[in-house]
């Protein structure tokens, strides 16, 4: 199986001066998704931006309970954001006939 997209978790650990453990407890959370490849564990990079921020948090010594409530609110937010706009784009539509 190739890498390609795939970040080495204690490589992110390392230059995040994070414990490996801390990266376990975030996938049993539920927070990110690892995979392992040949008996190395990897974070998808796509998930690189949530766990940087996640990073952030703990730094804050903010506890995993805390950090899972707050990427909660941070994700409905985003949704509600999308949501917004969606609206807000469909209000900026021409009227159309409805008598046609």
């Known amino acids: 199986m190739q890498t390609e ?5 204690s490589e992110f650990c390392t230059s995040h001066h994070l414990e490996i453990t ?5 996938q049993e959370y539920g927070l990110i998704e690892t995979t ?3 008996q190395t564990t990897f974070i998808y990079d796509r998930e690189l931006p949530k766990l940087e921020q996640i990073a952030r948090l703990r730094n804050l010594d903010i506890n995993l309970e805390g950090i899972e409530a707050i ?3 941070l994700q409905r937010i985003e949704e509600m954001h ?3 706009v ?3 784009n469909k209000l ?3 009227e159309t006939n409805e008598g046609s």
């Open 92 to 94: 900026n539509l021409p």
């Open 86 to 88: 969606k609206l807000k």
């Open 36 to 38: 392992t490849v040949e």
């Open 82 to 84: 999308y949501e917004i």
């Open 71 to 73: 990427t909660h609110l």
């Open 5 to 9: 997209g795939l970040i080495a978790v």
């Open 22 to 26: 801390f990266i376990q407890s975030l």
